[in-house]
C-alpha cells in the first residue's frame, strides 16, 4: 500500500513540483512528532528519557535528523565580538536537575516554544524528520515500526506518549484498508452466494457465478502487481467494486439457460454475448472515464477496475457456458421466475393505466434532488474521516491541540537575486509575512525563517538585551552575525533557511494537522494574498508542503468528476449509436439513466455527504452500471418490435424476459455496495450508500419510467405487425390437419 505525496497528488501540481525541489535543495519536509506530558519536563529522570528515545531513534537509518529538548542548541554570547553555539541543557542538568532560573529561561526561548515544550513547561515534544524517501512505502513503514518499538519501551515509565504526523496518519489509514480488502470482500462473496442461492435454490448456480468472481480477481490482482502500480487506500476499494459488478453477466445467462426449454449453450450465448459485451464495456467506460483525471488515485483506481469489468466479460463468456452445459436443470428449476412474473405483469399494468402519473412523478423527483446539486460541499475531513476503531491517533492529534507537538508543515519558498537576503528591508518584509500569518492563521504553531535566526543572533550580541530581538538596520551587520554564526560550525542549520548565496530562502510554517481542506485552502489563499501584499516584486513566492499538496488534490475532485461524467456519457452514447445505429435510440437510452446520477448528486447535497476523494468515485462509477438494464431493456424490445410485436406487447414479453434478471442483478449490487457500510472510514462507507441509490433508483426507472418512454416515443419506429398475421395465416389448425387426413 502506499499514499505517499507522489501517489495521492496531482500530476503536474505546481506545489508537488516545488515540494520536490525543495527537498533536494533542503531536504525532506516529512517528519513524525512524539510527545507526552509529565509535571515537570525538566526531571532529571524525564530528561533522560527524551535524550534515550532521541538517541535511539536518531540512529535509525531513514531519520536524517532528531530535535529535541535535550539536544536542541542555541546561541550564546562568548563576548562583545563573538558568539557561540551550545545545548540549552547542559550534561550536569541530567543529574542535578534543572535550576529553576534556568528552566524559566528555556521556557522563554521563542525559538522552541510550542515546537519542543509548552509554555507551562508540562508537555515536550521530539521532533523526527525523515529522510528523503519519496514514494517508498516499504521504507516509510519500516521506520514508524521502529519509532513506535521504541517509544512502547517507556510505558512502563507512566508515560502516555502520542506519535503525530501526517506520515503516521497515512499508516493508519492504510492500516485499516488492508484489513479492510479481506473483510469487505468476504461479505460481498457471502451477500451474493446468500442471494444466487434464495434465488436459484441450487448450489450449482452458486459455486459457478462465485468462481468467475475468483477468477476475475486473481486477473485484476495479478495485474496490478504486475504492473508495479502504487496501491492508494482508493484504489484499494477496487477489487471489491469490481467483485460485485462481476456477478451480473452471470445472472443473465444463468436465468436465460434455465428459461430455455432446449438447454442450449450455444444459443444462449449467441443470445446474450452482445448486450453482455455491451453492458460490460459501458461499465468499464464509466471506470475508465476516472482514468482521464490528474488525480492519480482516481486515475489508477478507473483503468484497473475498468479493467476487471472487461476480465469480467471475458470470464464469463469463456467459462460460464462451460460450467452450465454439465448442469441438468427439470423444469421446476423456472419456479424462480413465478414470483417475478406476478409482480412483472403487474408493473406492466400500472405502466399501460398510469403513464402520466409516473412521467410527472418522475419529474417532480428530479426537479427536487437537482435542486440539491449545488449544495454539495467539497471537504475533506482528514480526522473524522475515521468512525470506530483505534483512537490513538485522533487522541494524539487532540493532545497536540491542547498540549505540544507537530501535526504538517508548509513551505513558503523565497527566490530573489545574490545576497538579497541579507538586505534589511527583505528580512523586515519576511518578519512582517510571519507576524501577520500567526495573526489571521487557525492552524499556524510557529513559523521559522532567516529572521528569526537575525533577530536572535543580534539580541545575544548585545547582552540578550530584547530590545535587540530586532534586524539590524545594515546590511553589513546583517552579514556580520551570518557569518560569527556560520563560524560556529553549524551550517546544517542554516542550510535548511537559505542556499544560493542568499538568493534562496524558505519560511518552515509549522502547523496542527488540519480537519478541514476549506480550512486549509483559506489558510493558503490567506498567506498568497499576504506575500502579494508584503514581499517586494522582485521577490518570488511560492507555497508548498505535504497540506498544500493534498488540499490541491481535494478541490481538483469536482473538475475531475465532471470531465469523468461528460467523458463518460458522450462514449457511452456513441456506442449505443453504433450497436443500434441511430443517435436518436442511443440518446433516448441516456434520458432514463440520468435520473440515478441526479438523486445520487441531489443526495450528497441535501444530506451533506462531502465530495471527496471516496465520493468522487460514485457519480462515474454509478453511471457505467445503472446503463446495463437499460441495454438489456432496449435490446430485447427492439427485437420483438423487429419480429412484428407491437410495443406493448414487446415490453411486456421483454420485462417477463429479462425482469428477473434485472432484479436480482440490482438486488446483489444493491446489497453488495451496501456491505461497505462496515469500512472503518466513511468516505468508503458513502461511496457504498450513494452506489446502492444509484442502482435501486435505476432498476425503478427502468421497470417503469423507460417502458413509459419507449411506449410514449416509440424510439424502433413502427412495428411490423404483418409478420406475425402472416405468421399466423400460415399456421393449419389441428381441425383442419383432421379434416384433411
Known amino acids: 500500500p502506499n499514499n505517499s505525496i507522489e501517489t495521492m497528488g496531482v500530476i503536474n501540481d505546481p506545489a508537488l513540483t516545488l515540494l520536490k525541489q525543495l527537498e533536494k535543495q533542503f531536504g525532506s519536509e516529512e517528519f513524525v512528532s512524539i510527545s507526552f506530558s509529565h509535571?515537570?519536563?525538566?526531571?532529571?529522570?524525564?530528561?533522560?528519557?527524551?535524550?534515550?528515545?532521541?538517541?535511539?531513534?536518531?540512529?535509525?537509518?531513514?531519520?536524517?535528523?532528531?530535535?529535541?529538548?535535550?539536544?536542541?542548541?542555541?546561541?550564546?554570547?562568548?563576548?562583545?565580538?563573538?558568539?557561540?553555539?551550545?545545548?540549552?541543557?547542559?550534561?550536569?542538568?541530567?543529574?542535578?536537575?534543572?535550576?529553576?532560573?534556568?528552566q524559566n529561561k528555556i521556557l522563554q526561548n521563542k525559538n522552541f516554544q510550542k515546537i519542543l515544550f509548552n509554555n507551562e513547561g508540562t508537555a515536550t515534544s521530539i521532533i523526527a524528520q525523515f529522510k528523503s524517501l519519496g514514494s517508498d512505502n516499504f521504507e516509510r513503514d519500516q521506520v514508524i515500526k521502529q519509532i513506535e518499538t521504541i517509544v512502547k519501551s517507556y510505558e512502563n515509565s507512566n508515560l502516555r506518549i502520542h506519535l503525530i504526523g501526517m506520515s503516521i496518519f497515512d499508516r493508519f489509514a492504510m492500516q485499516i484498508v488492508e484489513k479492510e480488502q479481506?473483510?469487505?470482500?468476504?461479505?460481498?462473496?457471502?451477500?451474493?452466494?446468500?442471494?444466487?442461492?434464495?434465488?436459484?435454490?441450487?448450489?450449482?448456480?452458486?459455486?459457478?457465478?462465485?468462481?468467475?468472481?475468483g477468477i476475475v480477481m486473481v486477473w485484476l490482482m495479478g495485474i496490478i502487481w504486475l504492473t508495479d502500480s502504487h496501491f492508494s487506500w482508493i484504489l484499494a476499494t477496487a477489487?471489491?467494486?469490481?467483485?460485485?459488478?462481476?456477478?451480473?453477466?452471470?445472472?443473465?445467462?444463468?436465468?436465460?439457460?434455465?428459461?430455455?426449454?432446449?438447454?442450449?449453450?450455444?444459443?444462449?450465448?449467441?443470445?446474450?454475448?452482445?448486450?453482455?459485451?455491451?453492458?460490460?464495456?459501458?461499465?468499464?467506460?464509466?471506470?475508465?472515464?476516472?482514468?482521464?483525471?490528474?488525480?492519480?488515485?482516481?486515475?489508477?483506481?478507473?483503468?484497473?477496475?475498468?479493467?476487471?469489468?472487461?476480465f469480467t466479460f471475458v470470464a464469463t463468456i469463456l467459462l460460464l457456458p462451460i460450467g452450465l452445459s454439465f448442469v441438468k436443470t427439470q423444469n421446476q428449476s423456472l419456479s424462480v421466475f413465478r414470483n417475478f412474473q406476478k409482480t412483472l405483469t403487474k408493473i406492466h399494468n400500472i405502466n399501460l393505466n398510469h403513464p402520466k402519473k409516473i412521467i410527472s412523478i418522475s419529474l417532480v423527483i428530479l426537479v427536487f434532488f437537482a435542486l440539491g446539486i449545488p449544495q454539495i460541499n467539497i471537504e475533506a475531513n482528514n480526522i473524522s474521516m475515521f468512525k470506530w476503531g483505534d483512537q490513538s491517533f485522533k487522541e494524539a492529534h487532540a493532545y497536540t491541540l491542547q498540549n505540544v507537538g507537530l501535526g504538517s508543515e508548509f513551505y513558503a519558498f523565497l527566490e530573489g537575486g545574490p545576497q538579497d537576503f541579507t538586505e534589511p528591508e527583505v528580512l523586515k518584509s519576511i518578519e512582517k509575512f510571519q507576524n501577520k500569518l500567526a495573526a489571521i492563521s487557525q492552524l499556524t504553531i510557529k513559523s521559522v525563517s532567516l529572521a528569526d535566526l537575525v533577530k536572535q543572533a543580534n539580541q545575544v550580541m548585545h547582552n540578550n538585551n530584547p530590545e535587540y530581538y530586532k534586524i539590524p538596520e545594515s546590511k553589513q551587520e546583517i552579514s556580520q552575525l551570518l557569518l560569527l554564526y556560520s563560524m560556529q560550525g553549524e551550517d546544517e542549520i542554516l542550510n535548511k533557511l537559505v542556499i544560493d548565496d542568499y538568493a534562496k530562502t524558505r519560511i518552515r510554517i509549522f502547523t496542527y494537522l488540519s480537519n478541514s481542506a476549506k480550512q486549509t485552502l483559506k489558510e493558503i489563499q490567506d498567506a498568497e494574498v499576504l506575500a502579494q501584499e508584503i514581499f517586494p516584486h522582485n521577490i518570488k513566492f511560492g507555497l508548498s508542503g505535504r497540506p498544500a499538496i493534498m488540499t490541491n488534490s481535494f478541490f481538483f475532485i469536482a473538475h475531475s468528476q465532471i470531465k469523468g461524467l461528460a467523458i463518460a456519457l458522450l462514449a457511452i452514447c456513441l456506442?449505443?449509436?453504433?450497436?443500434?445505429?441511430?443517435?436518436?435510440?442511443?440518446?433516448?437510452?441516456?434520458?432514463?439513466?440520468?435520473?440515478p446520477i441526479v438523486i445520487l448528486m441531489g443526495m450528497m447535497g441535501w444530506f451533506k455527504i462531502n465530495l471527496n476523494m471516496g465520493t468522487a468515485l460514485a457519480a462515474c462509477l454509478s453511471l457505467g452500471l445503472v446503463v446495463d438494464d437499460t441495454i438489456h431493456l432496449m435490446w430485447n424490445v427492439k427485437k420483438h418490435i423487429h419480429q412484428g410485436h407491437d410495443y406493448k406487447e414487446s415490453l411486456k414479453l421483454t420485462l417477463n424476459k429479462v425482469g428477473p434478471a434485472m432484479i436480482i442483478t440490482t438486488m446483489i449490487m444493491c446489497c453488495g455496495f451496501l456491505g461497505l457500510l462496515i469500512s472503518q472510514l466513511w468516505p468508503t462507507t458513502f461511496l457504498g450508500i450513494l452506489v446502492a441509490t444509484a442502482c435501486l433508483s435505476a432498476l425503478i426507472c427502468d421497470l417503469y419510467l423507460t417502458p413509459v418512454l419507449i411506449n410514449y416515443l416509440k424510439p424502433f419506429g413502427k412495428s411490423n405487425q404483418k409478420t406475425i398475421t402472416a405468421s399466423n395465416n400460415n399456421r393449419v389448425s389441428p381441425s383442419k390437419k383432421i379434416r384433411r387426413a
Open 575 to 595: 456506442i449505443l449509436a453504433l450497436l443500434f445505429r441511430s443517435i436518436k435510440e442511443s440518446l433516448f437510452s441516456i434520458i432514463p439513466n440520468t435520473i
Open 239 to 310: 477489487p471489491g467494486i469490481v467483485l460485485i459488478v462481476s456477478i451480473c453477466d452471470s445472472v443473465h445467462f444463468i436465468n436465460l439457460h434455465l428459461k430455455m426449454e432446449q438447454k442450449n449453450i450455444a444459443l444462449v450465448i449467441k443470445e446474450l454475448i452482445i448486450p453482455c459485451g455491451l453492458t460490460s464495456f459501458t461499465t468499464a467506460i464509466g471506470f475508465f472515464s476516472l482514468a482521464t483525471s490528474n488525480l492519480i488515485p482516481l486515475r489508477d483506481f478507473g483503468i484497473f477496475a475498468g479493467i476487471g469489468s472487461l
Open 39 to 102: 509535571e515537570n519536563i525538566f526531571n532529571p529522570k524525564i530528561l533522560k528519557i527524551i535524550k534515550s528515545i532521541s538517541s535511539q531513534i536518531e540512529k535509525l537509518s531513514s531519520i536524517d535528523s532528531v530535535l529535541s529538548l535535550t539536544n536542541a542548541k542555541d546561541l550564546i554570547s562568548k563576548d562583545s565580538q563573538n558568539i557561540a553555539i551550545q545545548k540549552i541543557i547542559k550534561p550536569k542538568w541530567f543529574t542535578a536537575g534543572v535550576p529553576k532560573e534556568s
Open 182 to 213: 479481506y473483510i469487505t470482500s468476504g461479505v460481498i462473496v457471502l451477500i451474493a452466494a446468500l442471494i444466487l442461492f434464495a434465488m436459484y435454490r441450487k448450489s450449482i448456480f452458486v459455486i459457478l457465478p462465485l468462481a468467475i468472481m
